[in-house]
């Protein structure tokens, strides 16, 4: 079992809907988790950190942490073209060397 | 505007050749991380450094060495470059462990062992 699981996509959702992007991870003593989107050859940028269970809401952005049951989404709302990229999930645990865990990423294609 | 700058962008060299990629961070941030990325395998941590001086294995440091002489310049050697080390090298920095996870990455290297 991989420690930080995200599906590999392609996820393909039209302009204007609602993408939903998902993340298992296995650490339980995991505090801390991120979500970075990676456009075609460019470097992972943060777009989104959550450390408490609920949701976490940033402009179209919504992240939602249920550490119960180890798991960590992202939501984009009202999907943009400009939104195609990779998603990258990371999950952080400060006892763990503080070395964050990466999954390997979903890729979203929002088509006009 | 914050910022991590590499080196350089693209490098092709040859096998055998010593590479340096040098990263430079004007946050003052306390951490510093080499990873490497690669189709179907993700980042993976090569090597990272929490302090001037100080160093630390990753999960891939074999074939690679650090040097971190000052805070805000962390680089990476491959002593004798090989074709498995084609990749992209992506250097990142970030404050200390209470943010540990919020990374801020450099434009990457893309590098090419012929």
């Known amino acids: 079992q991989k420690e930080v699981e995200q599906n590999s996509g392609p996820l393909s959702v039209p302009e204007g809907a609602i993408a939903s992007l998902n993340c298992t991870y296995s650490?339980?003593?995991?505090?801390?988790f991120f979500w970075y989107r990676q456009y075609s050859g460019k470097s992972p940028e943060l777009i989104m950190s959550?450390?408490s269970n609920g949701d976490k809401e940033d402009g179209r952005f919504t992240a939602q942490l249920n550490k119960a049951s180890q798991y960590v989404s992202l939501l984009i709302r009202d999907s943009q073209p400009s939104d195609s990229a990779t998603y990258l999930c990371a999950v952080h645990n400060a006892g763990n060397n503080r070395k964050l865990i990466w999954g390997l990423g979903t890729s979203l294609a929002v088509n006009p | 505007d914050v910022k991590v700058t590499q080196s350089s962008r693209y490098l092709v060299k040859r096998t055998g050749e010593k590479v340096f990629l040098e990263c430079v961070q004007d946050?003052?941030?306390?951490?510093m991380f080499w990873y490497r990325q690669d189709p179907g395998l993700g980042l993976r941590l090569i090597y990272f450094s929490y302090d001037v001086k100080m160093k630390e294995k990753g999960d891939i440091p074999e074939g690679y060495s650090v040097s971190r002489e000052k805070k805000e310049r962390f680089s990476l050697i491959l002593e004798s470059a090989s074709t498995n080390q084609t990749s992209m090298y992506l250097c990142a920095s970030s404050f200390p462990a209470t943010k540990g996870g919020e990374l801020f990455f450099g434009e990457g290297s893309r590098l090419t062992v012929l």
């Open positions: 650490d339980r003593g995991s505090q801390s």
């Open positions: 946050m003052d941030h306390e951490n």
């Open positions: 959550i450390y």
